[in-house]
């Protein structure tokens, strides 16, 4: 199942965690309210693609979303996309709404915003390969295990759902 194969991954990599399950969330405040978290806390995994069979994660702090311009500048590409749900799922083996690079089927490179870093108490929640279930991590140890390329890719965006 997706949400042990993620867990095992963020065990693997020996990182301190916490497992929050919930129910389906309405809002940005609703989940890190169900998570014990800030909403600048909860980072959504977007998958991102740079051409065919080429995929990249992009963390991105729940207040904020990505910066096309910055990402394509970052990258050294003039153009990326969303992949669809299933394309996205092909790539990582979770379903959209679930999708961490922790345990994906294909171990993508990973770009996390500069704004996740700079607090080495900071506590994230990241989706944790099944709806409702989340595992909150240190911030700072989750993108060195992650090997994570930490780049200014976002701007402040909305709070919404």
Do not use: C
Not at 122 to 130: F, P, Q, T
């Amino acid at each position: 199942m997706s949400e042990e194969r993620a867990v095992a991954a963020v065990e693997a990599a020996g990182l301190e965690y916490a497992v929050t399950r919930h129910g389906r969330v309405g809002s940005l405040e609703e989940a890190a309210r169900a998570r014990g978290v800030e909403p600048r806390d909860i980072v959504k995994t977007l998958v991102v693609r740079r051409g065919e069979g080429d995929h990249l994660f992009v963390l991105v702090p729940g207040d904020r979303e990505i910066s096309w311009p910055r990402l394509r500048a970052l990258l050294g590409v003039n153009r990326l996309s969303m992949p669809d749900a299933e394309t996205a799922r092909e790539a990582t083996g979770y379903e959209r709404g679930t999708i961490t690079p922790f345990g994906s089927t294909t171990a993508w490179p990973v770009v996390a915003d500069a704004s996740l870093v700079g607090d080495p108490g900071r506590l994230i929640s990241l989706g944790a390969g099944a709806h409702g279930v989340a595992v909150t991590v240190q911030a700072e140890a989750a993108l060195r295990a992650l090997d994570a390329q930490v780049a200014e890719v976002t701007e402040v965006g909305g709070t919404g759902g």
